[in-house]
């Protein structure tokens, strides 16, 4: 079933997340009511109107079209956690986060997106970045490369002796522990700065605009789209241990994905030092 819904036309999957946003979005970008915005688990961590209504939205359209999948949603485990275990499931997975970047969006800045992966058994299969505010599209299909816009893009490597720019968690945000990691990234070499959008980040390393990122959190949402993004672009990923991460969780944290093997391992090795 998974492997001819991935041979076929998957352009029903990307006209889904542009017709999510277009409905449920773009409509409150710059106009969304105070009420409109709730913090879930504080003052950084917010929800708003879009983000339900599109990640309801998208459930129905992807469930309808790969008759047997599961959706896991961001607010869908906020509201009941053990959605989260589908990831382990049998079922063929659409991992979904309806406005990546909700602080940005909810202050009307351009600077959010839509995240879709399907997985299945723990293993990423295709993924949709969609910056619907700066009408970007980004997909990649695991073994088909990925592309933006219809144009295909490479990560490519850093220029030799190069500052690596690398946006990470930001450590107030961490454990003792992760903070001491993450810290290790203030090095002479590495212009390391507070995340974004996470998907956006990710699109910065598979396009070759930013050199690596490193993250201390693993919920699935955030991240699986964009590491099929950046391996898809010829990029590398791997967490603390120098593992793959997986987005079924129980990760070695923090972790990276870089435009290419070697900048990831420079990555890892920084937040080793600082661990």
Known sequence: ????????????????????????????????????????????????????????????????????????????????????????????????????GTRQFACGEPGFCTLVALAHHGELLASWTYAAALDEMAIAVRGRGATLDGKPIRSGSPAPGAVLRVAMSHPDYTTDEQKRALLGLRTDGIDARPCGSAGLEYLAVARGDQDAI??????????????????????????????????????????????????????????RDGA
Not at 236 to 247: E, K, M, V, W
Request: avoid cysteine; charge should be negative; aromatic fraction near 6%.
């Open 1 to 100: 079933m998974i492997d001819e819904f991935l041979a076929g036309d998957l352009t029903d999957v990307e006209t889904a997340v542009r017709a999510a946003a277009a409905a449920e979005i773009m409509p409150r970008y710059r106009r969304l009511a105070a009420h409109e915005i709730v913090e879930k688990n504080g003052p950084h961590d917010l929800v708003t109107t879009a983000d339900r209504l599109a990640e309801e939205h998208l459930t129905a359209a992807l469930s309808r079209l790969l008759p047997g999948s599961v959706v896991v949603g961001e607010e869908a485990v906020h509201a009941d956690p053990k959605v989260y275990d589908a990831l382990g499931g049998d079922a063929p997975v659409w991992i979904v986060d309806p406005v990546d």
């Open 214 to 271: 490193a993250f201390n959190w693993e919920y699935a949402w955030d991240h699986a789209a964009g590491l099929l993004l950046v391996t898809e672009a010829g990029g590398a990923q791997a967490t603390l241990s120098g593992a793959p991460f997986r987005i079924t969780g129980g990760n070695a944290l923090p972790f990276t994905a870089a435009r290419d093997e070697a900048t990831a391992e420079r990555v890892l090795q920084a937040l």
